[in-house]
Each structure stands twice: as C-alpha cells, then as structure tokens.
C-alpha cells in the first residue's frame, strides 16, 4: 500500500487497517517515497509502477494532499517563508501554467538571536499535475483511481481551492 502526503509518498508493507478518517494508522510499517513533480513523467511513471509490482490485486493507493494545477492558477503566491526549529526557509517561486511548472529557490538560513546567517540555496523545477494527468499516469502504472477529493476527512468534493486526493487500487 502507498499513500501521498504533504510530506511524501509512503509505501506501506504491514499497514493497519484504518477508516478513511483515520490515516494516522497506516504509518506503521511504511516508507515514505517523496517524488510526486520532482521527475520526469517517465520517472515517476516507473516509481507508480514499482509501488504496483509488489502489490496485491486491490492493494490501494492513498495520493494525500498534493497540490494541482488548478489550485495553482488561483492561489499561486510567489513568495513565502517558514521557520523550523532553528532555521528560516525563504522561497522565491514563478509558475508557467503552460507548462505546468513550478521554478523555486529555496534559501536556508540560520537564526542567531535577531540575527539570520545564510546556510545554502537550492534551485529545482517542479511539475505540478491535473488531476486528469494524475490518474493517467495511474492508469499506465496498473492503478484504477476509485475516489478522488478535496478533502479525505471530510469526503468534500475537489475544487480548485482544495488539494487533490485520490484513492488507486491495483489492477
């Protein structure tokens, strides 16, 4: 079993079975697969393929949280910034809705009192899918998308303000 998260895609191989409100229990025994956008469509289609290899026949697959295009034409913003522990992340974004397109720097830096020394700077691309691109490349890795919302707690339909969530199961 795999799931989709803000924070990564988790692959599953003992998970507990919970209800669609309940995914916290299906943490245990799995990976986390942080990929979705960050490759290819081929790449990622082999990832989608190589979570479908082990899988049994209805095996399902939990794509969590994840941002899509249409989210993107109304709230892109193009700056933001976040602090963990002892660190600030500024990131700096443009979006090509014609290429479905994230180009971000990341820029890390250190608080020191009132203080902030730069650590690094990283540069990436990202592809930010339809939800029609995503259950197409479900479909060419062996998975039936069943479900899709913008909310899984909730079961509230997906619009353009919500994430994308959708269940797959193994064909």
């Known amino acids: ?6 924070q990564g895609l988790w692959r599953c191989t003992a ?4 209800s669609e409100g309940s ?4 943490r245990r ?3 986390r697969l942080d990929f979705l956008g960050y ?5 990622e289609l082999s990832i989608f393929k190589q979570a479908r290899e082990p899988s049994k026949t209805s095996a399902i697959l939990f794509i969590v949280e994840t941002a899509h295009t249409e989210f993107f034409s109304l709230k892109f913003t193009p700056t933001s910034y976040s602090e ?10 443009s979006f090509d809705p014609r290429k479905a397109q994230i180009n ?9 009192g009132n203080d902030l020394k730069f650590v690094d700077k990283v540069d990436f691309q990202l592809h930010i899918y339809s939800l029609s691109e ?5 479909e060419k890795a062996g998975w039936e998308t069943i479900a899709h919302y913008g909310s899984l707690s909730t079961l509230q339909p997906m619009t353009p303000l919500t994430s994308l969530n959708i269940v797959a199961k193994a064909v």
């Open 134 to 138: 995503l259950v197409g490349l479900l």
């Open 29 to 31: 025994g799995c990976q």
């Open 39 to 43: 490759f290819s469509q081929e790449e």
């Open 84 to 93: 963990i522990d002892n660190f600030v992340i500024l990131e700096d974004r």
């Open 23 to 26: 995914l916290r229990t299906l």
């Open 1 to 6: 079993m795999a799931y989709q998260t803000k």
């Open 15 to 18: 998970a507990k079975r919970g």
């Open 104 to 112: 971000t720097t990341w820029t890390f830096y250190e608080k020191h």
